[in-house]
């Protein structure tokens, strides 16, 4: 939003139109780096205000997605008319639909990130991304103290362990990039549209539904032909909760598809949430 | 209280802290209170539209020298908190440019960001990074902010349980404990009550010995013309009048027809 100078000795601000709605990249960045403590503190204060820090909170954090976990377990069972797959499809569950939660979570609250930031958006001039990169933040240490059950889960399994598993935190890395750009993107949604939070439980239902957590990618090998293999391009999570699964579970090397797809989605996604973000930025503090 | 002797005087050839080159801001919004996709697609079925324009500020020009307190007066809706944002660098320009020489500390319509669910500690330290100061600086700061505001203990309860003036208190306590260069102040001086007054303005005075320029957005006219040196009139977007205080505010004060002692009622 604003071009930095420095001057001598002083700091000179530049404020001029940018013409395609796109601020200069570089300070831009810049200035998100350097700002990089506000929006720590801001998903910290956040926590603190919905009383996660305390031992229920935390409690809550990892009963949630395990109880929902237990659900479509007991759904899969039922569907299967008894085999339930035991403990191994009960890790390959809720190690899917952890992280399945993290991302979910990400979207809920990038979503209402800038609507609901109200006076500092309104007040204060820093790059406005920082508020769904906060939310990102929020969801991700929500998600930090569900990953001791998943271990716990994986040795009661019986699961092995191998060296390949560390590769899993590659997929992390892009569920976290890709987070960070699905948040930008409703969060611009949201300010234009303020029933986008209302349309998100339905539609990330379906996303569960669709990508490898209630089912395991190596459940599906030869089944449903062209539409799996539609998904797989088409559904960001096939490849990114896949990959995540088959690695931090099985230790099975998943598939080139699968690293470049992943890939490709978490860079598409934060390149295209973000540059939406700045573009329509400006229009923020007017629309608030 | 005379601000003005106490402020800082420019050295010659120096640029101006604060330099607006015909500025224009013009921006789209709505009607809707809510906008929400389903009313976007029944509009949409009836062929309506709901965008409309506003041309915030046209063609403003004007520089700010070292030293300066500036008055910006206006009727409601002229374009003065525009303004303000526009330097804060909130609102960038459509077209123009400005120039802004120091760190900027804005009192935008009370508040600086509060967020009623966090406690004013937290709101204080979020505001403080927001505008790009470090942790540690804003950690010190905030006991100081908390002492001058005189709200005690309340600065570890969320800001939702805090009356309406210990908010106002902390939010201007708050912009003029960042070190700002340059202090932005739209209608803050209503904060408080009468002896709060007489400190903030203390305060303000010594703020001008080391800021380099004071901007007070006010409707009280008797407060641009005791602490203001220098002043700006704004009607409908547009700069009627840079000159004196006492030379815009008769000119404003003829503009509207009305005796300016019924502006004044209001202030102290």
């Known amino acids: ?108 609250s990038g979503a209402s990130s ?87 439980p339905y539609f990330s239902r379906i996303w569960l539904y669709v990508s490898p957590i209630l089912w395991a990618v190596h459940d599906t090998a030869g089944q449903f032909g062209t539409l799996m293999a539609v998904n797989r391009i088409v559904n960001p999570l096939y490849s990114i909760v896949g990959g995540w699964v088959e690695l931090s579970l099985n230790g099975v090397m998943p598939s080139p598809t699968t690293w470049v797809m992943g890939a490709v989605w978490a860079v598409v996604m934060f390149v295209v949430g973000s540059l939406l973000f700045m573009s329509r930025e400006r229009d923020f503090t007017v629309r608030l | 209280m005379d601000i003005a ?18 500025v224009s801001i013009t921006y789209r919004t709505t009607f809707e209170k809510v906008p929400t996709l389903k009313s976007a697609i029944v509009r949409f079925g009836r ?32 374009g003065k908190s525009t303004l303000m944002r526009a330097i804060a660098g909130v609102l960038p320009p459509s077209s123009g440019r400005v120039e ?49 505001a005189e709200i005690g203990e309340f600065i570890d309860v969320p800001v939702r349980t805090y009356s309406s003036g210990m908010y106002q208190r902390l939010a201007f306590s708050v912009s003029v404990h960042m070190d700002p260069d340059i202090l932005l102040i739209d209608e803050a001086l209503s904060a408080g009550d009468a002896s709060f007054k007489v400190k903030a303005n203390a305060k303000m005075a010594e703020l001008m010995k080391s800021a380099r320029a004071m901007f007070l957005v006010s409707h009280s006219l008797n407060a641009v013309r005791e602490m203001c040196d220098d002043a700006l009139w704004i009607h409908k977007g547009k700069l009627m009048m840079h000159d004196t205080p006492d030379a815009c505010i008769k000119a404003y004060t003829k503009f509207l027809e009305v005796g300016e002692n019924a502006f004044t009622l209001e202030d102290l």
């Open chain 2, 100 to 148: 802004v020489r120091g760190r900027i500390s804005a009192l935008l319509a009370l508040g600086v960001g509060f967020n009623s669910a966090l406690t004013g500690r937290e709101n204080v330290i979020l505001g403080g990074l927001a505008s790009g100061l470090s942790r540690k600086e804003v950690v010190a700061r905030a006991e100081e902010v908390a002492a001058f």
């Open chain 2, 47 to 78: 062929g309506e539209r709901a965008v409309h324009v506003v041309e915030a500020l046209r063609g403003v020009s004007f520089d700010v020298t070292r030293g300066s307190s500036v008055g910006i007066i206006g009727a409601n809706g002229a």
């Open chain 2, 5 to 22: 002797h106490s402020a800082q005087k420019p050295s010659p050839g120096e640029p101006p802290v604060v330099s607006v080159q015909d």
């Open chain 1, 114 to 200: 800038v609507t609901g930031g109200g006076r500092l958006i309104m007040n204060m001039n820093f790059p406005r991304l920082l508020m769904p990169f906060a939310a990102v933040r929020t969801a991700w240490f929500r998600f930090l103290p569900t990953l001791p059950v998943y271990v716990l889960l994986h040795l009661l399994s019986g699961a092995g362990w191998s060296w390949t598993m560390l590769l899993s935190v590659v997929f992390l890395g892009y569920a976290v990039i890709f987070a960070m750009g699905i948040a930008a993107l409703l969060a611009t949604l949201q300010v234009y549209f303020r029933d986008t939070s209302s349309f998100l």
């Open chain 1, 1 to 108: 939003m604003a071009r930095l100078a420095t001057d001598t000795a002083d700091e000179v601000h530049v404020y001029e139109p940018h013409r395609a709605g796109i601020p200069p990249l570089v300070p831009y960045f810049r200035g998100l780096w350097t700002r990089r403590e506000f929006a720590a503190e801001f998903s910290k204060s956040g926590i603190r205000a919905a009383n996660t820090q305390t031992v229920f909170g935390q409690l809550w954090l990892v009963l949630n997605p395990l109880l929902l976990a237990l659900v479509y377990y007991f759904l899969i069972a039922v569907l299967r008319g008894g085999d339930s797959g035991g403990l191994p499809r009960l890790a390959n569950l809720t190690g899917g639909l952890f992280l399945f939660t993290f991302v979910s979570g990400s979207m809920s």
